[in-house]
């Protein structure tokens, strides 16, 4: 839509301006064509009231011919020439005014000074439609400015979302009750497994302290913080849970945004391992795969278990969090099979 | 190191006389003099360090003896039932059956036992643990002091003789924002776990409800009614005072000469269907998916 009716508040300042423009339209038609003050005000109303609703109409050159996307000349030409169409329109409709106005006794010489009234209205429409035209550029630049800020504004805002809801997760009070509790158990049995156990602790909730302040690790770091975890909930769930890994070295200095992987690690122990009778084997692998690296994640899970894997929330917060770094270059499959579920993440492979 | 309650209590002669006092360890100040009589405890939870943790502290009562420990809902389910134990400890999250669904197995006798004492990290289930007429909910980690009052509380349920809660309350306690993804039965020694995908229908019969799930019956201590809040209200529909019937498997609804209705289930079945029955299947049918 037009910008001047699209946005309130721009309408008012517009018709406004056609006050003083109205003002040189009658002083010309007095001072140029000769006309008396009189004849030129009563000429002079009709005649704006009708062109500051037909300069609106520049809008659609500035959608025809938007800046940038044609060639100065193309542009200049294309408005130049609706400018001197719209002058003529105008003049023809200061003609049909004329002619109205002469039935009139006291305007009746009135067409006797068309000769000269049409080039002043012609030359006036022509220069207030490149004005109109310019104005409607500014405009719509202005409008589109904002709205690409503001965009940008919803995008860095999503993306915050993600990372502090990521973060607040993280400190998953279960996860440190229970690694708590184990900790409690050894301190009688087997106190150095205990201290251990504390070191282990200390480490990880360290590692994740500082990750709000930063953009994007590198992914050795995100996986040494996930081998932190997995060593505390191993200890936690004895022999149940095993770590198989497969890291492609040309992977971990690739950049990622923190607590990545972590959430959906998480998952794999909590709606696989803590939810087997059996042991538990889980695997993770990362590989360079046409310019992009390649996660894959893979968890056995109980089918019976009371909820279906992958139905967290980490999993959706994950694409949430990828969409908004990465938009449609990054990608998060899941799938499952009998007893295993697998996650492949596909993320674009940035260097630091 | 800090003295037992037990030291505490014998240096002050007066406390026995009071009413049972609040207070972080009333297992040893007891208003009868002689020894408590022991209690049989089986431990249930997952993982194998939470477990040792419990026995270590267990083991400063002398008249607490552990008969079992199980690392599974399965497993404490079947110990329960063979041991009778006087008091159970049990964790929430567990493989096969969580806590809640071991309690909704377990049989109660009339004398309240065995005594339930939740023990878990999860402080979300509290309310529902008590719901489920637990005595006490213990979160980890917790120390010796918090056990006691825990076992004290143990005595004094199991002291006044207690009574059998009534079946399927802990069955209500589950978590009522979700509907139940399966039912658990528990028939002799066996426990089943029917995806409730799996259930063709459901009927009452007096104080148990039958479950009919690929072509086999279990029987359940519960209430058609209890069962039906738990179900998923889009999939199961009460057809009659006595079903609750899968509308998967329904295939057709045929009037009698009687000028009553019948629904028809794909294996065959036929179920009657009452009035209320009719009009709740209609809605359902016809109303917004």
């Known amino acids: 839509m037009n910008p001047i009716l699209a946005t309130g508040g721009r309408l008012g300042p517009y018709l406004l301006a056609w006050v003083p423009l109205t003002a040189v339209t009658g002083s010309l038609l007095v001072l140029a064509a000769g006309l008396s003050p009189i004849e030129a005000g009563i000429l002079t109303v009709p005649l704006t009231v009708v062109y500051a609703f037909l300069c609106l109409s520049s809008w659609y050159l500035c959608k025809a011919v938007p800046i940038g996307a044609a060639t100065f000349a193309r542009m200049a030409g294309t408005v130049v020439a609706a400018a001197a169409v719209a002058g003529v329109l105008w003049a023809a409709w200061a003609a049909t005014v004329v002619w109205s106005l002469a039935t009139l006794a006291a305007f009746a010489s009135l067409p006797d000074k068309l000769p000269v009234i049409t080039p002043v209205v012609v030359l006036l429409g022509i220069l207030r439609y490149l004005l109109a035209a310019a104005v409607h550029y500014v405009l719509l630049a202005v409008d589109r400015a904002r709205a690409e800020e503001r965009r940008g504004d919803e995008l860095r805002r999503l993306a915050r979302e993600a990372e502090l809801r990521a973060l607040k997760e993280q400190l998953n009070p279960h996860f440190l009750f229970n690694s708590l509790n184990s900790i409690s158990a050894l301190t009688a049995s087997n106190p150095a497994k205990a201290r251990e156990m504390c070191v282990l602790l200390a480490d990880f909730l360290r590692k994740t302290l500082g990750l709000s302040d930063r953009g994007t690790i590198p992914l050795s770091e995100e996986l040494s913080l996930v081998r932190n975890y997995l060593a505390i909930e191993g200890v936690r769930f004895g022999g149940r849970l095993a770590v198989e890994e497969e890291i492609d070295p040309a992977t971990e200095a690739c950049e990622v945004p923190p607590l990545l992987l972590q959430p959906l690690v998480e998952n794999a122990v909590k709606h696989g391992v803590a939810q087997r009778v059996e042991g538990s084997v889980v695997k993770l692998s990362a590989h360079r795969k046409d310019g992009k690296i390649l996660i894959e994640l893979s968890n056995p899970f109980d089918p019976a278990a009371d909820a279906a894997p992958g139905a967290g929330v980490g999993l959706s917060n994950v694409r949430r969090r990828l969409a908004a770094r990465w938009g449609d270059r990054a990608e998060l499959r899941q799938e499952s099979d009998a007893d295993v579920f697998r996650i492949e993440l596909l993320v674009p492979a940035e260097a630091p | ?289």
């Open chain 2, 1 to 289: 190191m800090r003295t037992s309650s037990a030291s505490s209590s014998s240096s002050r002669p007066k406390l026995p006389e009071a009413p049972f006092p609040p207070g972080p360890a009333p297992a040893r100040l007891r208003t009868v003099p002689e020894e408590p009589s022991p209690l049989s405890a089986v431990l249930v939870d997952d993982e194998p360090l939470a477990r040792e943790l419990l026995r270590e502290l267990l083991a400063a009562h002398a008249d607490v003896r552990i008969v079992a420990e199980c690392a599974n809902g399965f497993e404490a389910v079947k110990a329960i039932a063979e041991l009778a134990p006087d008091v159970v400890f049990l964790d929430v999250q567990m493989p096969k059956l969580d806590g809640f669904e071991v309690l909704s197995l377990l049989p109660r006798r009339e004398d309240g036992r065995p005594a339930v004492v939740f023990v878990t990290a999860y402080d979300q289930y509290a309310v529902r643990a008590f719901e489920a007429d637990a005595v006490d909910y213990l979160l980890k980690p917790f120390e010796k002091a918090r056990l006691a009052s825990a076992l004290g509380r143990v005595r004094a349920r199991l002291g006044t003789g207690g009574a059998a809660p009534p079946p399927g309350l802990a069955a209500k306690a589950r978590d009522p924002s979700r509907p139940a993804s399966r039912v658990v039965v528990k028939e002799g020694a066996n426990v089943t776990v029917l995806p409730v995908a799996t259930l063709d229908f459901v009927k009452a019969e007096d104080d148990y409800v039958l479950l009919r799930a690929q072509g086999r019956d279990h029987l359940k201590a519960e209430t058609l009614a209890s069962l039906e809040a738990q179900l998923p209200g889009d999939r199961f529909v009460r057809i009659h005072r006595s079903y609750l019937v899968n509308l998967d498997r329904l295939v057709r609804l045929e009037t009698e000469a009687t000028g009553g209705q019948t629904a028809v289930l794909k294996d065959g079945t036929r179920l009657p269907v009452s009035r209320t029955g009719a009009r709740a299947l209609k809605a359902l049918l016809e109303g917004p998916r």
